[in-house]
């Protein structure tokens, strides 16, 4: 259902614009198109989601610009171990989901309904110079499923490819084909949150569908270039049944193949399930033998203390090519494409050049205030011009 916010939208405000994917419904409405969520909205009123509204005959999106925070981590973090490995990255996320976990570990970001007090301004040149002069060789769109902000995202992207810099998303997968494809060209890499393998689960405590997240990985690992890796969050009780993680990883397997690399994190108690206890370690080390068991040769456990869990072994000889201890690289014996240095086997993923040092640092970054508003905004359109308009 949509949702009324405080802060009313306007198209006069400098970090609102509008936007592409939506239509017009028979009874007055307007539907947003950008994921399955399908919000509906009349004049004024906001989508789940909360930076998508509708300002008189058209969908804006009104973080555009905007960010609720920067910092500079460790790639693995996000967590990816087959891309650029010890490189740092520029985290960055905005405000606003489209899904409703109860579990959710960001929920001050993402269901925040306080975006135009809690936000600084960026815009994607200004981030792209500041990932360069930091030293970054990857932005991350991670604090918030950067499917609710996609257009920005995507000029960020383009904005740091300009200067050489990879782009990452950080997302549940929870988006529709055209937009999800009008945005994944721009992206490098993805780790895409499978957050359990039951329809039920994403129905009763993600608000989504899993069907759609499976779509959307399928899309990446076929029809992109994206680098891809999944992450699963285990909460006992909820997703870590034997049965449920060997259907998940049989499913990986047979549809995306067994170089795709799967993350399984410990979950901490947060949000509206504090009553959950944490994963014990036992569970991550069962669901990675089930997966190893399933042919797959990527597999990590995540959030405990782990080296033999979070190490990368080379498929072709065995050797342990980047031993790992959380974000730290301890030993690392692959060669600048990836290559195993004792048997020249190549490892799927995206290496270039030797492993970056940048350890387990996380930076906060604070960007001085814009002069001016944010820009660009040669996106704001009028309604005529868009070309989603019209009943289906
Ligand atoms: S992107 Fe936001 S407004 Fe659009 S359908 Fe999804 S939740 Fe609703």
Known sequence: MPSSGPAPLSESDPYTVGTDHWHSLPDGRIQCDVCPRACRLREGQRGLCFVRGRVGDQVVLASYGRSSGFCVDPVEKKPLHHFLPGTPVLSFGTAGCNLGCRFCQNWDISKSREIDTLSGAASPDALAAVAERLGCRSIAFTYNDPTVFFEYAADIAQACAARGIRSVAVSAGFMNPKPREEFYRHIDAANIDLKAFTESFYEKIAFAKLATVLETLEYLRHETSVWLEITTLLIPGHNDSDEE????????????????????????????????????????????????????????????????????????????V??????????????????CAACGHRLPGVFDGPAGDWGARRRPIRLAPPAS??????????AAENTSKGER
């Open 373 to 382: 508003r944010p820009g660009p905004h040669d996106r704001r359109r009028p």
């Open 322 to 339: 980047v031993v790992r201890d959380r974000y730290v690289l301890n030993d690392y014996r692959l060669g600048d494409t990836g290559e």
């Open 245 to 320: 993680l060997t259907r998940q990883c049989a499913w990986i397997a047979a549809r995306l193949g067994t170089d795709v690399p799967l993350h399984f994190s410990a979950f901490h108690p947060d949000f509206k399930m504090r009553d959950v206890p944490p994963t014990p370690p036992e569970t991550l080390h069962r669901a990675r033998r089930i997966a190893r068991d399933h042919g797959l040769r990527f597999v990590y456990t995540g959030n405990i203390h782990d080296p033999e869990g979070q190490t990368t072994y080379c498929p072709g000889c065995g050797e342990a």
